[in-house]
């Protein structure tokens, strides 16, 4: 079946600018979670969303990050006012439902570059 | 809080011979562990997983991984490298339960090369 989409695959953006991130999860999947990827930080947690209960929110950097999941599958990350610290490969990934064992799969991944 | 090293930023392995990637973790209680893969410009796709059961887990590609308890470790290994093996690979781990053992952290990644 299909896996994790993102889009757009490559964004580059200009700083101050606001931009948002797509995720359509694997179908029935009702965990989500996004990631970041930088040369600095390695991956690292951002934010997580289990059905229709309220996300969690502890790995977002600042509050010009924010996340939404509607309808319990698509999930857009809107980043405002980037900076070029926010440059990075922003990963999605999904599990059936949040149980540990549970295997995340993971999008290709949008490549945020701020100029 | 749960971690992650893989002491390795890169391995290089001529093909045809074994090759190991290590890892080793720390966590509050039981662990769940996790190899994935990731060539360039690509995400990370899912190779093995360690649960509960017996020790060495075999997944994708014939890459195994032997879940060792006393020293924490998960050490990713194959009996013969082929060159379409290099690729960055990254350990992780989740906790059973608590505060973010939803949320998988990761080691910083070993860089594998396999020379023909």
């Known amino acids: 079946g299909a896996g994790v989409s993102q889009s757009p695959s490559n964004k580059v953006t200009e700083k101050g600018k606001d931009v948002e991130l797509r995720c359509d999860p694997i179908?029935?999947?009702?965990?989500l979670y996004w990631y970041r990827q930088s040369l600095g930080q390695g991956l690292e947690f951002l934010i997580y969303?289990?059905?229709?209960?309220?996300?969690?929110k502890s790995g977002l950097p600042s509050d010009r990050f924010s996340a939404e999941r509607t309808g319990g599958s698509v999930s857009t990350l809107t980043i405002q006012r980037t900076q070029q610290e926010d440059s990075a490969v922003y990963l999605c990934?999904?599990?059936?439902?949040?149980?540990?064992?549970?295997?995340?799969?993971f999008g290709p991944g949008t490549r945020l570059t701020v100029l | 809080a749960q971690s992650v090293a893989q002491p390795e930023d890169q391995v290089n392995v001529a093909e045809g011979n074994p090759l190991t990637v290590k890892c080793t973790y720390s966590?509050?209680?039981?662990?769940?562990l996790f190899w994935y893969v990731q060539y360039p410009n690509r995400g990370l796709q899912f190779l093995l997983k360690?649960?509960?059961?017996?020790?060495l887990v075999k997944g994708s590609y014939g890459f195994e991984a032997e879940f060792n308890k006393s020293q924490t470790s998960f050490h990713l290994k194959k009996p013969s490298a082929l060159v379409s093996d290099s690729a960055l690979y990254f350990c992780?781990?989740?906790?059973?339960?608590?505060?973010?053992?939803?949320?998988?952290?990761f080691g910083k990644g070993t860089k594998l090369s396999v020379i023909p």
């Open positions: 179908s029935g999947h009702t965990a």
């Open positions: 992780a781990v989740r906790g059973y339960s608590g505060a973010g053992s939803y949320q998988l952290t």
């Open positions: 360690y649960i509960t059961g017996d020790n």
């Open positions: 969303f289990q059905g229709n209960s309220a996300p969690d």
């Open positions: 966590v509050s209680g039981n662990p769940y």
């Open positions: 990934a999904s599990s059936p439902t949040s149980g540990g064992g549970n295997t995340q799969y």
